[in-house]
């Protein structure tokens, strides 16, 4: 049992349930397996379930413990800053793809 650290700039949706209500709503909720420290107060890039850079959410909690069915989960809350512009989705989702989602620097051919 420990605590996984996140990334400063990413906050990846895995349900688009969550995303949606997100960005419909300006504020939403989703829920990550295992214990995780979220930056709250901070701002952060989110990304769609399939990796691609929507808008600029600001997390305002981050709140690890045991479900009822004993399983360590977090849940974070955002409010939603704005959606990123296509240009900036365009170069946030291929950095992220090359940082975050994409191979990493070791498994890579030279």
Same mark, same amino acid.
């Given at each position: 049992?420990?605590?996984?650290?996140?990334?400063?700039?990413?906050?990846?949706? #895995?349900?688009?349930?969550?995303?949606?209500?997100?960005? @419909?709503? =300006? *504020? =939403? #909720?989703?829920?990550?397996? =295992?214990?995780? +420290?979220? &930056? /709250? =107060?901070?701002?952060? %890039?989110?990304?769609? &379930?399939?990796?691609?850079?929507?808008?600029?959410?600001? %997390?305002?909690?981050?709140?690890? !413990?045991?479900?009822?069915?004993? @399983? !360590? +989960? /977090?849940? +974070?809350?955002?409010?939603?800053?704005?959606?990123? /512009? !296509?240009?900036?989705? *365009?170069?946030?989702?291929?950095?992220?793809? !090359?940082?975050?989602?994409?191979?990493?620097?070791?498994?890579?051919?030279?």
């Amino acid at each position: 049992m420990g605590f996984q650290t996140e990334f400063n700039s990413v906050c990846k949706f #895995k349900s688009e349930q969550e995303l949606y209500e997100l960005l @419909e709503y =300006g *504020r =939403g #909720k989703m829920i990550k397996s =295992g214990f995780r +420290v979220f &930056p /709250t =107060g901070q701002m952060v %890039i989110a990304y769609s &379930p399939d990796n691609q850079a929507i808008a600029i959410v600001k %997390i305002v909690a981050s709140i690890a !413990e045991i479900n009822f069915q004993g @399983e !360590e +989960v /977090t849940q +974070v809350e955002m409010e939603l800053v704005r959606k990123l /512009t !296509e240009e900036e989705a *365009r170069v946030q989702t291929a950095l992220a793809h !090359e940082m975050f989602f994409g191979l990493h620097s070791s498994d890579s051919k030279k």
